[in-house]
């Protein structure tokens, strides 16, 4: 049992390490804030999800500068289970702007996977590879290569899962600033059949070298509740709550998901 939680405390200071680090950074995706797990979308089985995000509040000009209050941004998400291990997805994103037009922003490609295992590991790795390519009014670099290692492990009724998003903008201004990390991570609790509260984190530290100041980089910590009623259905809900100036407001997300 000490070891389950030796190794789960590591992943978690392994993402706090990162934050001792002093040009600002852009801002956290929010056409799609969810938390990629090692799992897949079983084999020959279509699964499509419906993103829901909206800004409520941002306090202070830098917030207000990285956060558009008010926008909605829908993003439907399908994605099939092509391996045991592997799956593909495409991803259509919009944006109701805060003039009250409706917006297409623009589609994603993505290959996700996990790294079978033979016998039974303590930890589990994954990974997602994702191609981005945005409208110009709907993102500043519209064009982007995504590289995510996943890691993730189990205790008891808790499970830890660490995403390490690497961004690569092939236009718009961050080409031209090196690679950029957006971090993030989930601690959920399997509290009955139905029910499995958990404590998500979401950031972007802007390009690696250097990094932003703290407060000049985005961190949300978002408390939610994932239900599990039948399993074709997956439900997320979750309040983002920002503690730094640059994302110093509350944002509302929602995943509505089914297995076909």
Known sequence: MRKYAQQILAIAVSIAALFAGARPSHAIDFYEIQIYDTDTAPVGHLTLELHSNTT?????????????VYQVHETVEGTYGVLRWLEVGQYFCTAKLSNGDYEYSGSRTKVHFG????FEWQVQFGGNIELDYMRHAAEENPLTLELR????????????????????????????????????GMLVYKLNDWLSPAVEYYGDMGSIQPLAKVQEQQHFIVPALNFDFIPQLELNLGVGIGVTRASNGIFLKSIVGWTF
Do not use: C, E, W
């Open 149 to 184: 290692p996943i890691a993730g492990a189990n205790y008891k009724k808790f499970r830890l899962v660490t995403d390490f998003a690497f961004i690569d903008p092939f236009s718009g201004p961050g080409a031209h600033r090196g690679m950029q990390f957006d971090p993030s």
């Open 56 to 68: 409520t509040t941002a306090t202070g000009q830098l917030a207000k500068s990285q956060m558009d």
């Open 115 to 118: 790294i079978p295992q033979t």
